[in-house]
């Protein structure tokens, strides 16, 4: 069936203009003034701005972590990504030492195939690089299309990989067309202060933050940044919260390294004092890197708007208060470390950035879109409105005022960490390979319906893929 929208704002990272959009068969046909119908479904979008469908590039959906598993699947997790006007999610497929990789990516396959109702594609975890993983990324990388290789440089005990597989990881990396990203603070660092913390008695939510300071964070972020030079590799750095990460990845990028950077809502909103809420509230907004002093807020802005950061991630990452969060009643380090963002992401930029004035419409779609396509393999096919590109659309209304709460929201978790805020904007219809997964504010998709994404490697020519390359089968 073709479908025509029509009237509406279509807004790509390069331009701005009113037109109409023809889709058929999962693919913009058609991008023009006054577009005929001849039996084509009519999409009125008059007042609304036609977005590309949201990437974003940092999901842990029914991910084990913390003594717990994210309350979210990839079911819930992908039709509340759908309501917010996200359309495709990449998620983290953990790995365990000693296991091979093949083996956790099929687990990854099995949580989430006939769930997800948007398209989704994996990073794989690198926890060592002995000579049996080396010998098996190759193979992951050009079968799987994961072409992007997570290190966590804290977590001490649990995920953290040393320098040394940090470092073997970025070689074989440049070596097969991988981005390595990182979890960038000091793991060592903060296990001794957090041991310290607790010796003290100190145990509340707060000394999650006390304990995780922001030079930890920016020293691991220029550690990797070396590393990456020596290596003459690239580097993406996860969920950056403050002005000395921030400012690390400036200075790479002014070496002319390919360095990259993504923050998240709720380091653009939020600040440490959340941790300080009575009754133990503060564990809602326990996240690693933790919240940090509000005057960073302005300079991760500031990174976004001139390019130092490129993404924005959720780092959907949910848990209930009752029965996870209160996981570290008595002891801050046993809170599951995470928070609900995948359904506000899109809005929460919209309206605290283009509506404030902070970015511009355009910087918005790169930011929550485009960005993310290019960097993971997967523009133009995803990240645009462009003929070719698949039909993963986003009918926003923009002058819809609403506020966040967890009454309204589709995530499976009983908190919203933006409860009470008052935004603007709302995406109305949200298509996926052109089919409605939203309609008119309601859920119409299907479980199972998203299609996996085999990803190009980095710095691959950005081609649209031949109809037989596309997974799942010839659109
Ligand atoms: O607190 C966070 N960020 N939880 C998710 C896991 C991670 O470190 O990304
Ligand atoms: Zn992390
Ligand atoms: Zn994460």
Redesign the pocket.
């Known amino acids: 069936m073709k479908k025509l929208i029509k009237n509406g704002t279509i807004v790509t990272a390069a331009d701005t203009f009113t037109g109409d959009v023809a889709i058929e068969n999962g693919i913009i046909t058609e991008i023009g003034l006054n577009l005929k119908a001849d039996g084509a479904e009519i999409i009125d979008a008059s007042g609304c701005y036609v977005f590309p469908g949201g990437v974003d590039p940092h999901t842990h959906l029914d991910m084990p972590f913390g003594g717990t598993v994210t309350a979210d699947d990839f079911e819930t997790g992908t039709i509340a990504a759908a309501y917010g006007g996200t359309t495709t999610v990449i998620d983290f497929c953990l790995t365990s030492k000693g296991l091979p990789l093949q083996q956790a990516v099929n687990t990854w396959h099995e949580k989430s195939q006939d769930k997800a109702v948007i398209d989704y594609g994996f990073h794989l975890m690198v926890s060592e690089l002995n000579d049996t993983v080396l010998a098996e990324l190759p193979q992951i990388i050009e079968n799987e299309g994961i072409t992007s290789l997570k290190v ?1 440089m ?2 001490k005990n649990v995920l953290q990989a040393d320098d040394g597989t940090l470092f073997k990881t970025l070689q074989a990396a440049k070596q097969e067309g991988a981005l390595v990203m990182v ?1 960038a ?1 000091n793991g060592d660092v903060i296990d001794y202060l957090v041991t310290k913390a607790l010796a003290e008695g100190n145990t509340d939510p707060i000394y999650h933050a006390l304990t995780r300071p922001a030079e930890l964070e920016g020293e691991a972020t220029g550690r990797a940044a070396y590393l990456t030079e020596l290596t003459d590799s690239q580097l993406y750095v ?2 950056v919260t403050c002005a000395e990460a921030a400012w690390k990845i400036e200075e790479a990028r002014k070496k002319g390294l390919r360095v990259y950077g993504e923050t998240c809502p709720q380091y653009l909103v939020l600040d440490q004092t959340a941790l300080e809420k009575p009754n133990f509230e503060g564990a809602k907004y326990v996240w ?2 933790p919240l940090r002093e509000q005057w960073n807020q302005d300079v991760l802005w500031k990174s976004l708007w001139n390019g130092s950061l490129q993404t924005i991630g959720s ?1 959907q990452c949910s848990f209930n208060f009752k029965g996870q969060k209160e996981l570290g009643l008595g002891d801050f380090s046993k809170i599951p ?1 995470g928070g609900p963002t995948i359904e506000d992401r899109f809005t929460i930029l919209y309206s605290e950035g283009v509506e404030k004035g902070r970015i511009s419409l355009n910087k918005f779609v790169d930011i929550i879109s485009t960005s993310s396509a290019k960097l993971f393999g997967l523009f133009p096919q995803k990240g645009t409105i462009a003929v070719g590109s698949d039909a993963d659309i986003v009918i926003f209304d923009p002058a819809v005022q609403r506020t966040l709460s967890a009454e309204t929201h589709h995530m499976n978790v009983d908190y919203n960490a933006f409860e009470g805020f008052e935004v603007k904007g709302e995406p109305v219809s949200v298509l996926s390979r052109g089919d409605f997964v939203i309609r008119n504010k309601q859920f119409v998709g299907k479980p199972g319906s998203g299609k996996y994404l085999r990803r190009k490697r980095f710095g691959a020519a950005p081609v649209l893929p031949a109809k037989a390359e596309v997974s799942g089968g010839v659109v």
């Open positions: 966590f804290a977590y979890h603070e996860v969920h690693s890197p780092d470390n």
